[in-house]
C-alpha cells in the first residue's frame, strides 16, 4: 500500500498482482536499461581519490579496534581473515570503494557517506546500519548515507548472523542480475528483512517463500519484507551515483562554480 503514483514496466498480473496506490499506478512501462559500464566509472573514481582492493575482499564498517572501541566513520577490508585489516578513514576519500572480485560484507555501522562498487557478486553477512538511525531506520537529520552496486547479484548471506532479521540501510543496485537471499526456499523462517534505502536490479530476487491463508501470509522459508523508502534519496544519493543516475541518460562532462 502506498499514498504516491507508481510506474512499472512489469505488466498486469491479476490476481496475484492487485497492489493499492492512492496516487493511482501504471503497468506496463517502458523499462529502464542499467548502464554496465558505469561499474568501470567506479574503478575510475576509485583509483582517483578512492580506496581500490584486488581480488575477494572482506569488508566491515566501524569494526572494534584492539581496545575493543568502535572505528567510527571507517571503512576496513582484507583478504581474508588471516590477513590484517586495512583501515581507512572515510571523509580522507572521494567516498567511492572499489573491489576487483567479490566483496563479502561482514555488516557494521557507517558513520559518513560511502559507496562499496564491485565488478563480481557481494554477499551481505550482517546487518548494516547507520550510525544515526534506531529501530525506524535514519534519524531525521541524518547524513549517513550508503550506495552498495555490484555487477551481478546482492546477496543476503545464509549465515547463523542472518538466522533471525537482517536490516540492510543502503541503496543497492545489481547491474546484471537481482538482489535477493541465498538458499531462500530452504530451511526455517528467518524473520524480517528490513531495508532502508532503494533497490535497483535487473531482474527481481527471491528472498523467501510462503503463502496466504486467507488474507494472511505465511512465510514457509526465507524472510517476510520490510521495505523503506530512505526519501533522503529525492534530494542526494551516494558518492559516485551521479555517474550512474540509475537510467545512464545524464554524465557529468564539466562543471564550474558559480557564486
Not at 506496463?28 to 567506479?42: H, K, Q, S, T, W
Amino acid at each position: 500500500h502506498s499514498h504516491y503514483h507508481l510506474v512499472s514496466a512489469d505488466p498486469s498480473n491479476p490476481p496475484f498482482d492487485e497492489p493499492t496506490f492512492d496516487g493511482g499506478y501504471e503497468l506496463g512501462a517502458l523499462g529502464v536499461a542499467l548502464p554496465r559500464d558505469a561499474i568501470n566509472d567506479f574503478r575510475d573514481e576509485a583509483r582517483d581519490g578512492g580506496i581500490y582492493a584486488r581480488g575477494a575482499q572482506q569488508v566491515i564498517l566501524g569494526r572494534l579496534d584492539d581496545r575493543g572501541r568502535p572505528m567510527h566513520g571507517y571503512v576496513s577490508y582484507r583478504r581474508n581473515s588471516r590477513r590484517p585489516w586495512t583501515d581507512v578513514q572515510i571523509s580522507a576519500t572521494n567516498g567511492i570503494m572499489f573491489v576487483n572480485g567479490h566483496v563479502e560484507l561482514l555488516g557494521g555501522r557507517l558513520d559518513g557517506r560511502l559507496t562499496i562498487a564491485t565488478n563480481a557478486t557481494m554477499d551481505i553477512e550482517n546487518d548494516v546500519v547507520y550510525r544515526d538511525s534506531d529501530a525506524n531506520g535514519p534519524k531525521q537529520y541524518c547524513d549517513d548515507m550508503l550506495g552498495l552496486v555490484a555487477s551481478s547479484h546482492i546477496r543476503v548471506a545464509y549465515n547463523a548472523a542472518n538466522r533471525r532479521d537482517c536490516v540492510i540501510h543502503a541503496h543497492m543496485i545489481s547491474v546484471g542480475n537481482s538482489f535477493k537471499v541465498q538458499n531462500h526456499s530452504s530451511g526455517r523462517p528467518r524473520g524480517t528483512l528490513t531495508v532502508h534505502g532503494g533497490i535497483c536490479q535487473k531482474s527481481r530476487g527471491a528472498v523467501g517463500t510462503g503463502y496466504l491463508w486467507g488474507d494472511r501470509l505465511v512465510i514457509r522459508s526465507g524472510y517476510t519484507k520490510d521495505y523503506n523508502y530512505d526519501r533522503r534519496l529525492a534530494f542526494g544519493a551516494p558518492p559516485g551515483y551521479e555517474l550512474f543516475l540509475l537510467t545512464g541518460r545524464y554524465r557529468r562532462l564539466a562543471w564550474r562554480e558559480v557564486s
